[in-house]
């Protein structure tokens, strides 16, 4: 069974840079079956959609947040990577990575994701 698990910093001051790695375990991405994606809720809304990383590299990403994030894999590692630049207090969510079939762009469903793990708490605060 696939699992995903995000690592990073849990707490993370306002206007600093948030990183955020997806370990992939129980299959290797070099297998190109999946686009991955990452995706956030912040406390009292809805999923939004933040972008999604290709087997190939190619990345797509949310209009609103591509001129300030980036995501990237590391085959090697079987790990892929959010980074979002300058983040507001805002941006305080739970952070999903997950993986899709197909190319979902905006997809907030939980259901067009093959596995969807547990998420991690970041917090933006002074």
């Known amino acids: 069974q696939v699992q995903l698990q995000e690592s990073g910093p849990g707490l993370v001051k306002p206007w600093q840079t948030l990183s955020l790695t997806c370990t992939v375990s129980g299959a290797s991405m070099s297998a190109g079956l999946y686009y991955w994606g990452w995706i956030r809720q912040p406390p009292g809304k809805d999923l939004e959609w933040m972008g999604v990383v290709s087997y190939s590299g190619s990345t797509y990403y949310s209009p609103s947040l591509k001129s300030r994030m980036s995501i990237f894999r590391d085959l090697p590692k079987n790990q892929f990577t959010l980074r979002l630049l300058s983040v507001a207090p805002e941006a305080t969510a739970v952070y999903y990575c997950?993986?899709?079939?197909?190319?979902?762009?905006?997809?907030?469903?939980?259901?067009?994701?093959?596995?969807w793990g547990q998420g991690t708490q970041v917090t933006v605060s002074s």
């Open positions: 997950a993986p899709s079939k197909r190319l979902f762009l905006g997809a907030t469903t939980k259901t067009l994701y093959v596995y």
